[in-house]
């Protein structure tokens, strides 16, 4: 089936320019990731939405940075006033986190092929 | 301040060899923990996934061990392929009033040269 999709794969904008990223989850999966990985780094939470729930915004780096998403389809991710240091490939991730009473499952993050950033 | 600290950075060894990737770190209990295999400009694919009770798990030639007491895990490699170069990223998720919250390792940045 159908994988994590991202769009768009790549975006150079100017310094100060808002952008928006789009996230495509797995059908069904309850559980959307976003995450930054800046060149040559290992890779940075930004928030995690579950369901219906109120997401985990902990991540984010500032409050240029926000994210949506409606329901458990499609996330998109805003960088307002981007700057240079806002330049690294973001990814999204999905899986099917499942909270069942005491206990919880395990869950497989699958991930998008990214959103390379270039803030230029 | 919730760590995961990998060890060594970078690595290089010869196809066929096996190797050893560890990794300390500071929260306790977890969720899961889990190893994954991040090849340049592509999104990072799991290889194995632990939870806090479990000792060892396989995926092939991956086999993932934690130490709840000494708070280390590590990734052994049999057989290194060249298509293993890549960066391994462990990663610690923690579940705290309903939510997740994930902890990266540094990632170890390995080379399989023939």
């Known amino acids: 089936g159908a994988g994590v999709s991202q769009s768009p794969s790549n975006k150079v904008t100017e310094k100060g320019k808002d952008v928006e990223l789009r996230c495509d989850p797995i059908?069904?999966?309850?559980?959307l990731y976003w995450y930054r990985q800046r060149l040559g780094q290992g890779l940075e939470f930004l928030i995690y939405?579950?369901?219906?729930?109120?997401?985990?915004k902990s991540g984010l780096p500032s409050d240029r940075f926000s994210a949506e998403r409606t329901g458990e389809s499609v996330s998109t991710l805003t960088i307002q006033r981007t700057q240079q240091e806002d330049s690294a490939v973001y990814l999204c991730?999905?899986?099917?986190?499942?909270?069942?009473?005491?206990?919880?499952?395990?869950?497989?993050?699958?991930f998008g092929p990214g959103t390379r950033l270039t803030v230029l | 301040k919730n760590q995961v600290e990998q060890s060594p950075q970078s690595l290089i060894i010869l196809e066929g060899k096996n190797c050893t990737l560890q990794?300390?770190?500071?929260?306790?209990?977890?969720?899961?923990l889990r190893w994954y295999k991040q090849d340049t400009g592509r999104g990072p694919v799991s290889l194995t996934i632990?939870?806090?009770?479990?000792n060892t798990k396989s995926n092939g030639r991956y086999t993932a061990t934690l130490d709840a007491d000494t708070k280390q895990s590590s990734l052994h490699i049999t057989a290194s392929q060249l298509s293993d170069s890549a960066s391994y990223i462990c990663?610690?998720?923690?579940?705290?009033?309903?939510?997740?919250?994930?902890?990266f390792g540094t990632g170890t940045k390995l080379q399989v040269i023939p």
């Open positions: 991730a999905s899986s099917l986190a499942v909270w069942g009473g005491l206990r919880n499952r395990t869950d497989t993050q699958y």
């Open positions: 059908s069904g999966h309850t559980a």
């Open positions: 939405f579950q369901g219906n729930s109120a997401p985990d």
């Open positions: 990794r300390n770190y500071t929260v306790s209990p977890f969720s899961n």
């Open positions: 632990m939870t806090f009770s479990e």
């Open positions: 990663v610690v998720t923690v579940n705290s009033g309903g939510y997740q919250k994930v902890t």
